[in-house]
């Protein structure tokens, strides 16, 4: 599904687009220097549009910026 959303989001292998996306991208902009509330991330190995990896990887980069996180 993901090459379907390519036309509404952006190519990332693209360099203006990916100027583009890299400023919306909740991955991207995780900051050391901001509070966030506490987040809950879930996922399935079921879900069929979106790898349980991104969740995994989104999980990771909270927790390595020192940002309270739980992962489901």
Do not use: C
């Not at 509404?8 to 360099?15: I, L, N, Q, S, V």
């Not at 890299?22 to 190995?45: C, F, H, M």
């Amino acid at each position: 599904a993901g090459a379907s959303w390519v036309a509404e989001y952006g190519d990332p292998d693209d360099p203006d687009d990916w100027e583009f996306i890299a400023k919306y991208s909740p991955y991207q902009n995780i900051s050391t220097d901001r509070r966030y509330p506490p987040v809950l991330i879930t996922t399935s190995t079921r879900d069929d549009r979106v790898h349980p990896g991104h969740a995994r990887k989104m999980t990771a980069a909270l927790e390595a910026a020192g940002h309270p996180v739980r992962y489901y």
